[in-house]
């Protein structure tokens, strides 16, 4: 671990600007700023091992591998790496990652900020996501029991939670200064969980959102018509006007 590293973020957000014949546009705004590594969090949401949807399963277990070697390059910089597999945390009960936030005395969060929240671009949550029609029955069971095993929690110094007020108290109290968040799906948990985007930037933190290692929920067969990697364009791109920039990973992993 080289805990002196400096990790140089190249980040991008929108902003409404008028042009040069005064017609309101979206503009790219490139940003860049160097931080020392062990003042990021870099936190993983619900790269489950498993998914309601077929396809989601399949997705995930391919991009789990270049997420690992992510976090691992991460981890050896010096950043503080945060497993949030939501409602798996019975799997991790007694692992000294889940125990080492345990430990940490909950903060009392402070109120949330007013923020502007318009409508996302798309919301799957009432379909069915191989197919685009009215979700089914379901299992009674949770399909999801764990994070993907290809990613691999360092029992030492990784942590494991899926409760906002944990994971705020433990940013607060070492001193964490910025969150690099990743994670699936980013229409749906990558913002809503307790310790999602929203509340994380209403509770006045600096996030970044991790732009080639997410992806939403979505199927062409409903509004807006479009393949995943348009779905993906278009809900980072509504992130960045409405709630954080994004980063890619390449700011301090390769490969």
Request: aromatic share 8%; net charge neutral.
């Amino acid at each position: 671990m080289n805990k002196g590293r400096m990790i140089k973020l190249h980040a991008l957000r929108r902003e409404l600007r008028k042009d040069a014949n005064g017609v309101l546009h979206w503009a790219p705004v490139p940003e860049s700023h160097s931080i020392p590594a062990d003042r990021l969090a870099l936190l993983l949401c619900d790269v489950w091992n498993a998914h309601w949807s077929r396809g989601e399963t399949e997705r995930v277990a391919e991009l789990a591998p270049r997420i690992n070697r992510v976090v691992k390059a991460g981890r050896d910089a010096g950043m503080q790496i945060i497993h949030a597999p939501s409602s798996c945390m019975k799997f991790y009960e007694g692992t000294p990652a889940r125990a080492r936030i345990q430990a940490v005395p909950v903060m009392e969060l402070p109120p949330l900020k007013d923020h502007p929240d318009p409508p996302l671009p798309f919301d799957m949550g009432k379909h069915d996501s191989d197919t685009g029609e009215p979700e089914k029955s379901r299992l009674p069971v949770e399909p999801w029991s764990r994070q993907h095993p290809a990613i691999e929690i360092d029992q030492d110094r990784d942590v494991v939670s899926d409760e906002g007020p944990a994971i705020y108290s433990l940013l607060r109290q070492r001193g964490l200064e910025e969150i690099l968040f990743m994670g699936i799906h980013t229409n749906m948990c990558v913002m809503r969980r307790s310790f999602g985007i929203k509340n994380l930037v209403r509770w006045g933190l600096k996030v970044f959102l991790v732009r080639d290692l997410t992806f939403p929920l979505s199927h062409p067969s409903i509004p807006p018509y479009v393949n995943r990697d348009e779905a993906t364009r278009l809900m980072v791109e509504f992130i960045e006007k409405f709630w954080c920039p994004t980063v890619e990973s390449r700011d301090w992993a390769t490969g």
